[in-house]
Structures are given as structure tokens and as C-alpha cells.
């Protein structure tokens, strides 16, 4: 057994050695842990545990051999544990780390061991162990009891806490939302309650831990979360999910009693934020990117200055408003801050200096923080002052300038009691400052005057025995001594006694150097002993504060957060949104993160009034996803609080985004694509309502073409008529598009392409009405498919037209279709905005275009043939008019 006891020591348990004994106690105990037993400088793993860790850790195992035999064993250095905890962690084991807990020297007999820190990937509060800016969560669902179904709406509780901040958090719901809200908390670890179904957690992309049935029993889980919060406040299910949580938690941390940073347990309702499920966040690329080089949102977002300002920024896109007076008063201080670009640099280059606040009142509290904590603590406390000066005056970030209080008493606590630079350790002393503790300078006096009087020494002796080469020195084993060569022996005086005898040397002592020395020891030691007393004394004041240095923590990351969004803003060009419109009004709009890395984006306009079904029709990689997409980031950064990218923008208030689209296709639970599309457009079609925004990307092609089509043609029949949801629907499908006719609010939309000698070049510009081509076959060739495959599937598209009658609902290349994108064309800004030709206009005039347009027979035309004689005839107009080319122009 890798975790718990080794199974060949438990067989031999009564031959073990009094140390493995007690190795082979604690491993049963900690029996779903990989233990890692202190002795000396490593943590050791003994038998098959020691193969394991060897392996995952790349360290050597070693046979060792005692009375009772041989085995293996494995040791991490205590020094450099973290890096192979790491390890450990990444290889999806839990840790138990088995401390010395008693002074070795002190110790009769076998020293005490116990586990002093369980570390899992949930759990883990080591900086070195944790990505900064983020959150690891651990998180429980849970049940009240099985089958307790009360009230359908709150039947699980679903808590979440961050072990390293303290951050908690409960609500309740029913099976979809705590899939949703695993989904938005992405929890490194999860503790599933004995009552709750499998299948409900399905969709967890972590860690399961197992827990003791007993931990999730109401009235056990309610005994701990008392100790956070006032119980009754939540409902059952959420006081199990929490209780046990909290229980867990505190098991992780060593076992000793409540968590005092974990300060409050919020209750949220996920309703009051803008709803992202897991294919929302997954689709818009939030936090994640497909392509795994790929940016995502966050990265582009992400400006802030501190790992508070870039959690919180997490945090805000996780879960967008949807109160409109909160959103507001984003955007007035996301505005406040881009007008004032002295206020947002000065903010900023103070916040620089900002450590982790909550990870330190998290150690603080764990009575972990070092002496280089504390001061980390003061000198984030020392740029507040800074910040808080910037903001003066600025109405509307005058809130949370007030909240910024920089906890003056404290900082000068830590600076009057702490040097400024510590040591690392602890219980070595240099880390109390002179004239902070009475009792502590007066022994420092005592050893410096030791000190100094041995210093002088030298001297004294030389000029009191005549031994001109007399040293005196010290040396850890000996202590002090006075060196005299072997040739000056003669004139040692009779006070001297031998110490040590050197080759050419010998070493005495004297009474008085004796007694100094233990002097000097005696108060070098009571000074460390005295210095931790006092620094763990701090500690603990400073960590009676620790509701105020939560609150402080908030309004950093608030300010970090907000100037970020502003700078993001300025740079980028954003606008602010002028929010509550009826529907989604983009003017020249980007996609955030696309325009980034494009070498030119083309803007986008949107007019999507409420309850519009936009279908989008145009070639493959003509841009219809990534417009899409941009919508649907627009609102939500809107939501978030961030300003958008587009000239100008009006967006309603969304209460859910749902997305289905393209890159959904990894099948992670075995489900067929089709399968999984199905139940994702089963999720919108449900849920949707008037104040949704829905993304459908090619609903239906992971089926027979005539299933497909069917099937997306009845999603949007539905979307207009029963979920009134705010739609784009991009499809190949171009046989729907004339659903634009029967409903009112369905509406086509394009993306065109020109082609010229066979090569496509896409304009990425959305234009009304439905396409006309697919350019299927040229967007394969241009992916590199082999020519004669290319040349193969030009001739089936042929002959496929041909034999098209047009009357199947159509996704034939019709030649009405034809006929359409060359009225789009001439009605969408292009030819229509050409001055008209005059009829006598330079060479090839006007009556021969004119000519050659009429001579077109449509009817035997490709809409590719269609589309460059369009290019073609409109070129001529322009240069009959004296004017630059469209395609120039552009
Ligand atoms: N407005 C734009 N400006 C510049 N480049 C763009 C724009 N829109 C999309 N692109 C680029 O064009 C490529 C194709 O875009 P996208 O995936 O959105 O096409 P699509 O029409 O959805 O294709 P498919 O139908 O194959 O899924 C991407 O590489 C994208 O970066």
C-alpha cells in the first residue's frame, strides 16, 4: 500500500523497531494518506510508501537494515519539502506530514510524533505550494439526508473554502445548479456527501475525497459550522455541505480547533449573479483556453497589480452582477479611474508593493507566519496611505477610499517590535528590535558585554602573561579558550586550565573566562527564547485583528481590480456601456481577446433588440464564432463591471448566458458529440428566458444532415416563440435562413467572402441578410487538404448544383441564393455607395456594365461565378466613377 501503513510492516508489526512502530500508528490512522514521518532532517516513507515517493519525487531509496531486518526507505529533505510535496500533490496524493512534536534532546526515549499538516490539492496553504492570484478551493456537496426532497429548489448544499484565505462560502439548489456552481468554483478537491446520488457530481474535474459518513450528520455538521457562523441562518443542506466542509478543514490544518480566519461563512444565491454554466464558461474561453498556449479573457483582463486585485478580478468575471445599481457603480469607478490617468498610475505603482494580504492573515492566524510575514504585512500597510491619497476627492471612488483604512496601531507595532529585515527562522534570534522589550535588551546587554569583554581579552592576557602571541577564540564544542603555542608554554599562569591539546598548541581557560562564557550562552539563549515568545506574543495581536485586515484586504483588491479594468479601458480603447437597453446594441465592437493577437480585426456592429433570433449564415473561418463570441463578452464584461470593446455600446441587463458553441467537442464522459450538443441545447431550451442571452453554433451537425436541420429549425422556432431569449444561431444550414420571413423577430445575418481566381479571402464584416456560399471546399484547400481531394470535391459541388431542383428547404448552392448576395451586396453600403456612374465615364462605361450585367444568366451562374462577376462589374462602376475599388479602399 502506497497510502497508509505498508502492508509488509503491519504483517511484521510486532518485530518492528519502537520508530517504525510508531511509523506503522500514525500510517493506519492516515490511512487514504502517503505519510511522510520527520526523522532528523527528512521526511521519510518507509517499504512500498518509500518505492512510490522515490518515483514520483525522483529520489533514491535506500535499503536500511536493523534489528529486525531490512527495508526500504525514502527520504525528502526537510529543507526542500515543498518541491516535493508539489510532486506528490500533482500525483493526486494526500500528504500526512508526521512532525517531531516534542524536543528531540528533551525527549526520553522515542521522540513524539504526530501528523501536524495533511496536505491535499484543496488544501494546501503553502505559498510555495499555491499559484499566486488564484484561489484553491476545496468544496463539499452535500445532502441533508437521502431522499429528503422538501423542497426541490434547496435539496444540496454546495460550500466552498479556501483553506490559504479563509474565504467560505454556502448556497443550495438542485442538481443542475450544483453542477453550475462546481463549474464556477472549479474546486481543486471535493467532499461528496454520503446522501447525494452519483451523477450529480459527474461533471467535477478534481480530486474526490472520501470522508467519514459520520462528519456529514446534521447534527454533527451543525456543532462545527456554529463555530463560524450562526447555524440556523442556513438551510440543512447547507449547514451539512459547510459543517463538514469546515471539518475537513480543519483536519487538513493539524487538528487544532477552529480556523479563526476563516471569518465568515457567506450565503449567496447564485440567481443574483449573471449565470455562467460550465459550457458558458468554457465556450467563451473565460478562464480557459482551448488551445492551451491560447490567451484567455482573464489574461487580457487581467492588469491588476497584486494577487488581491487579480483574485478579486477572478472573482468578478466568475460571477457578473446583475443588480444594475451595483453595475453602475462599477462603471463610475472603472470611469473615474480612466479619466485620471496621475490617480490610476499612482494607484498602481503603490499597489506594487502590496503583498497577499489574505494568505497572510491566513498564516497569521495558523500561528505559521514568519518574522518576514509580519513585515511583508507592514509594508503592504505602509503603501496604503499612498493609495488612500490618490483617491482624494474622487466621488465616486470616495466608498472605497474610506474603507481603506491603513491600520496605522498595527503597522507601528510591527515596525516598533520587528527589525526590518528578519532572519527566516524563528528560534534563532535577530528578529526583535532593540528598546521593544525591557527584559530582552537587558540580556542582549549582558551578552554584548560578555562579548566585549572577551573581545579585549586578547589583549589583557598578552600584556598580563608577556605571551605576545596569545589568541583567544571560541569554537562550537569547546566554547572560549585562550591559545597559547607550544614554545610560550612555560609562561602560562597558574589560573590557566587546559581545554584542548593541539599539535603545536594548547587551549586553557580561566575562571573568569569560564563564567563569562556560560554568561554569554546563558543570555544568548534566554534572548531567542525570549525573542520567539515575544514575536509569537505579536503574532497573536496581530492576529486578534484580523476582521480588520480582512477588510482592508477587500478594499485593496477592489481598488487593484477596478484600476485594472480602467487601464484595460484606456489602452485598449473600451467604452463605457450605457446599460439597461432593450436588447444588445454594439457599435463597431471587437472580440477582446481575438483583437489582441489579429493582425487587423474587423469591427462589428450588433442591433439585436430583445427577443431577436439572429441566424448567421457565411463560409467556414468567415468569423460567425468569433462574433458571436464577442456579443456575448461584451456582456459580460459589461456585467463584470468592465467596460467594452466597441465605439459604443447599450446592452440590457443578462441573467444568463448560454452557449453552445464549436470546441465542446472533447468528450470528456464518454457521450457522443451529438449527444452531448443535444443536452446542451436541452439546458438552453429549458432555462432560457427573455432575459437570456443564447450562442448556438451549428446546432444539429453532429447528426444526419436532415435530422440536423430539423432539429435546429425547431430550437429556433422555439427560442422565438416560447423562450424569447436574445439569440445568434450561426448555421450552414442556409436553408433557415427563410425563416426570417414567417417569424417577426428572426432575423439573417452574413458574413460574405470574395473569392478571385479560386483563392477565398474572408472580409470578416457582418453584413444583413443570409450568404450565399459556403466556400466549403476552398476553406479545404486552403487547410492543405490534398489537390486532387480539392479537385474531386469542386466536381461533386457541381454536380450536386445541377442536379439541385432547389426545393428541399435548401443548403444546395442555389442560384437564388445568388441573386440575393447581389442584392445584399448592392443594399449593405458597398456598390449602393458608389456615386452613380455618369453614362459617358471613361473607357468601359456605365451602358457596358450595365450590358454585361443584364447578359448574366443567372440561372447557369455558380454563386461563386456570380460573386466574382459582382467584384468584377463593381470595380468597373468604381473606376467608372473616378473612384478607389471597394476592395482597395478596404
Ligand atoms: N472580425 C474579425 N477580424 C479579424 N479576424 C477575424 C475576425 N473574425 C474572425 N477572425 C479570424 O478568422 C478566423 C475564423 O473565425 P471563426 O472561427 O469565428 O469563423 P467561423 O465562421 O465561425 O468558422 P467555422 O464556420 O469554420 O466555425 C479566426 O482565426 C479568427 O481569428
Not at 369 to 390: F, G, I, N, Y
Not at 442 to 453: S, V
Request: hydrophobic residues 40%; aromatic residues 6%.
Amino acid at each position: 500500500m502506497v497510502t497508509g501503513a505498508p502492508a509488509t510492516m503491519r504483517e511484521r508489526r510486532e518485530e518492528l523497531t519502537p520508530m517504525l512502530a510508531q511509523y506503522v500508528d500514525v500510517a493506519e490512522e492516515y490511512d487514504d494518506c502517503v505519510v511522510l514521518f520527520r526523522v532528523g532532517d527528512f521526511y521519510k516513507a518507509f517499504c512500498e510508501a518509500a518505492d512510490e515517493v522515490a518515483r514520483v519525487c525522483e529520489l533514491t531509496r535506500i535499503e536500511r537494515e536493523d534489528s529486525t531486518g531490512t527495508y526500504t526507505a525514502c527520504g525528502v529533505p526537510v529543507d526542500n519539502a515543498p518541491k516535493y510535496l508539489r510532486r506528490l500533490l500533482d500525483a493526486d496524493y494526500r500528504v500526512a506530514v508526521a512532525d517531531q512534536v516534542e524536543d528531540a534532546e528533551q525527549a526520553s526515549g522515542l521522540v513524539d510524533r504526530a501528523v501536524t499538516q495533511v496536505l491535499t490539492p484543496g488544501t494546501v496553504v503553502e505559498e510555495e505550494l499555491l499559484d499566486e492570484g488564484t484561489n484553491t478551493y476545496v468544496a463539499c456537496v452535500a445532502r441533508e439526508a437521502e431522499g429528503t426532497e422538501t423542497d426541490d429548489t434547496d435539496d444540496y448544499g454546495v460550500a466552498y473554502v479556501d483553506v490559504s484565505t479563509g474565504e467560505c462560502a454556502v448556497t443550495a439548489g438542485d442538481a443542475a445548479a450544483v453542477d453550475e456552481e462546481l463549474a464556477r468554483v472549479a474546486p481543486a478537491e471535493l467532499l461528496v456527501g454520503p446522501a447525494v446520488p452519483d451523477g450529480v457530481v459527474d461533471g467535477a474535474d478534481c480530486m474526490v475525497t472520501e470522508r467519514d459518513p459520520d462528519a456529514f450528520a446534521p447534527d454533527a455538521a451543525r456543532e462545527v459550522l456554529a463555530r463560524y457562523a450562526a447555524a440556523d441562518r442556513f438551510a440543512p443542506a447547507e449547514r451539512v455541505a459547510a459543517g463538514a466542509l469546515l471539518r475537513y478543514a480543519e483536519y487538513t490544518q493539524g487538528d487544532d480547533g477552529t480556523l479563526e480566519y476563516v471569518r465568515r461563512v457567506r450565503r449567496y444565491d447564485p440567481r443574483r449573479s449573471l449565470r455562467l454554466d460550465a459550457t458558458a464558461l468554457r465556450g467563451l474561453e473565460l478562464f480557459e483556453n482551448h488551445a492551451d498556449s491560447g490567451r484567455t479573457l482573464f489574461d487580457t483582463l487581467d492588469e491588476t497589480r497584486s494577487a488581491l486585485g487579480r483574485r478579486r478580478l477572478r472573482a468578478w468575471l466568475r460571477r457578473p452582477l446583475v443588480d444594475r445599481e451595483r453595475i453602475d457603480a462599477r462603471h463610475d469607478a472603472v470611469a473615474a479611474f480612466a479619466e485620471r490617468t496621475l490617480v490610476r498610475e499612482d494607484v498602481r505603482d503603490a499597489l506594487s508593493a502590496a503583498y497577499d494580504l489574505e494568505r497572510l492573515v491566513g498564516r497569521i492566524s495558523r500561528g505559521r507566519a514568519t518574522a518576514r510575514d509580519l513585515r511583508s504585512l507592514h509594508d503592504t500597510l505602509a503603501a496604503v496611505p499612498a493609495v488612500r491619497e490618490a483617491l482624494d476627492g474622487v466621488d465616486a471612488l470616495a466608498e472605497v477610499r474610506a474603507a481603506l483604512d491603513p491600520l496605522d496601531d498595527l503597522r507601528e507595532l510591527i515596525d516598533e517590535a520587528v527589525v526590518a529585515d528578519p532572519p527566516q527562522e524563528l528560534t534563532e534570534g535577530g528578529v526583535i528590535r532593540a528598546g521593544y522589550d525591557a527584559e530582552l535588551d537587558e540580556i542582549r546587554t549582558t551578552a554584548r558585554e560578555g562579548r566585549e569583554w572577551v573581545a579585549n581579552l586578547e589583549a589583557s592576557e598578552r600584556d598580563r602573561t608577556g605571551i605576545d602571541n596569545l589568541e583567544v577564540g571560541y569554537n562550537q564544542v569547546h566554547g572560549y579558550y585562550i591559545e597559547v603555542t607550544n614554545g610560550q608554554l612555560e609562561k602560562v599562569p597558574d589560573d590557566y586550565t587546559r581545554r584542548q591539546t593541539l599539535k603545536n598548541s594548547e587551549r586553557f581557560y580561566t575562571p573568569e573566562l569560564k563564567r563569562r562564557e556560560d554568561e554569554i550562552l546563558g543570555a544568548e539563549e534566554r534572548a531567542d527564547a525570549l525573542e520567539y515568545e515575544l514575536f509569537v506574543g505579536l503574532r497573536d495581536e496581530v492576529a486578534a485583528e484580523c476582521d480588520r485586515i480582512g477588510a482592508l484586504a477587500d478594499a485593496v483588491a477592489r481598488v487593484d481590480a477596478l484600476a485594472a479594468l480602467a487601464t484595460v479601458a484606456v489602452e485598449r480603447d473600451y467604452t463605457r456601456p450605457e446599460m439597461g437597453a432593450d436588447g444588445v446594441h454594439l457599435e463597431r465592437s471587437r472580440h477582446p481577446v481575438v483583437e489582441e493577437t489579429a493582425a487587423e480585426f474587423v469591427p462589428n456592429d450588433a442591433a439585436l433588440p430583445r427577443g431577436t433570433v439572429a441566424l448567421i449564415t457565411g463560409p467556414n473561418m468567415s468569423g460567425k464564432s468569433t462574433y458571436m463570441r464577442q456579443v456575448a463578452l461584451c456582456v459580460v464584461l459589461a456585467q463584470a463591471g468592465s467596460f467594452v470593446p466597441a465605439d459604443a455600446a447599450r446592452l440590457p441587463v443578462v441573467d444568463r448566458v448560454f452557449t453552445r458553441v464549436g470546441a465542446s467537442d472533447d468528450i470528456a464522459g464518454g457521450e457522443s458529440t451529438f449527444m452531448r450538443e443535444m443536452r446542451e441545447l436541452t439546458d438552453v431550451l429549458h432555462d432560457a428566458t427573455p432575459d437570456s442571452l443564447v450562442l448556438l453554433d451549428e446546432v444539429g451537425r453532429g447528426t444526419a444532415t436532415t435530422d440536423g436541420r430539423a432539429i435546429a429549425r425547431a430550437a429556433v422556432e422555439f427560442l422565438h416563440d416560447e423562450s424569447g431569449a436574445t439569440t445568434l444561431f450561426a448555421t450552414h444550414y442556409h436553408g433557415l435562413t427563410d425563416l426570417a420571413d414567417e417569424y417577426e423577430h428572426v432575423v439573417n445575418r452574413h458574413f460574405a467572402a470574395t473569392e478571385r481566381d479560386g483563392a477565398v479571402t474572408f472580409l470578416h464584416r457582418i453584413r444583413e441578410g443570409a450568404a450565399s456560399s459556403s466556400y466549403g471546399v476552398e476553406v479545404a484547400e486552403l487547410a492543405g487538404v490534398p489537390e486532387s481531394v480539392v479537385a474531386r470535391a469542386h466536381d461533386l459541388v457541381a454536380a450536386d448544383r445541377d442536379g439541385d431542383t432547389g426545393d428541399d428547404g435548401g443548403d444546395s448552392l442555389v442560384a437564388d441564393d445568388a441573386q440575393r448576395t447581389l442584392d445584399d451586396l448592392t443594399t449593405n453600403g458597398h456598390a449602393a455607395d458608389a456615386t452613380p456612374p455618369t453614362p459617358d465615364a471613361g473607357e468601359g462605361g456605365v451602358a457596358d456594365l450595365l450590358a454585361d450585367l443584364r447578359d448574366l444568366h443567372l440561372a447557369e451562374t455558380t454563386p461563386l461565378e456570380a460573386l466574382n462577376t459582382l467584384h468584377d462589374l463593381q470595380r468597373r462602376a468604381a473606376e467608372a466613377a473616378g473612384e478607389v475599388p471597394e476592395e482597395e479602399r478596404r
